[in-house]
């Protein structure tokens, strides 16, 4: 089974503070994803890549960033963290033609 | 992308089948038709996905009709395991997948 790991289940921080969240999988899928999800929102797409230290921005990508130098690991960074940026975050890995799998998430509180 | 529409929630009593509706007139004719679900507290789960026909695997069942207008998941034999959001979601494939609000599907002993 694939498995897609998330650095940490809950994380508080504070507004200012640079926040990472990482995430890993172990089938050499070539495209990772991270999203948000709120209520009453569904799920958006902040940013993917499909290759290492490539990256392409989803629909919201304002105040984040995202690495990925090793084919298994993608980073999302938020450079300043701010109160609307508390959500819960998602990280997921697929390979082509091949449906996404999901971590459990990251519920991230920012005060 | 394709817009649907799936009832906001849905009873089902344990042991029995759960028949879960989604329209989504507007899919194009390359777009397949994904289901996803998620557990409270957990990521989303791949359920199954079709484009045309018909498909089954071990966690259900879809059923496209012939204008692709709308589907059907179909759960056999729901568990209590089985409460969660369930979403169906028309997608190129492009991994761009878009999670509407669902159908939350609460199972009964």
């Known amino acids: 089974d694939v498995k897609v790991t998330q650095s940490s289940r809950y994380l508080v921080k504070r507004t200012g503070e640079k926040v990472f969240l990482e995430c890993v999988q172990d089938m050499d899928h070539e495209n990772m994803f991270w999203y948000r999800q709120d209520p009453g929102l569904g799920l958006r797409l902040i940013y993917f890549s499909y290759d290492v230290k490539m990256k392409e921005k989803g629909d919201i990508p304002e105040g984040y960033s995202v690495s990925r130098e090793k084919k298994e690991r993608f980073s999302l960074i938020l450079e300043s963290a701010s109160t609307n940026q508390t959500s819960m975050y998602l990280c997921a890995s697929t390979t082509w033609f091949e449906p996404q799998h999901f971590g459990d998430g990251t519920r991230l509180s920012i005060l | 992308d394709a817009k649907t529409t799936q009832p906001p929630s849905m009873d089902c009593a344990e042991g029995r089948a759960a028949n879960l509706p989604c329209n989504h007139s507007?899919?194009?004719?390359?777009?397949?038709v994904y289901w996803y679900r998620q557990i409270h507290s957990q990521g989303p789960q791949y359920i199954i996905h079709?484009?045309?026909n018909n498909e089954t695997n071990e966690m259900a069942s879809l059923i496209i009709t012939e204008d692709r207008k709308s589907s059907t998941l179909i759960l056999p034999h729901a568990t209590l395991r089985d409460t969660a959001v369930y979403y169906c979601?028309?997608?190129?494939?492009?991994?761009?997948?878009?999670f509407g609000a669902g159908t939350t599907v609460t199972v009964r002993a």
């Open positions: 079709g484009l045309k």
């Open positions: 979601i028309p997608t190129l494939g492009d991994y761009k997948l878009s």
């Open positions: 507007t899919i194009s004719g390359n777009e397949y």
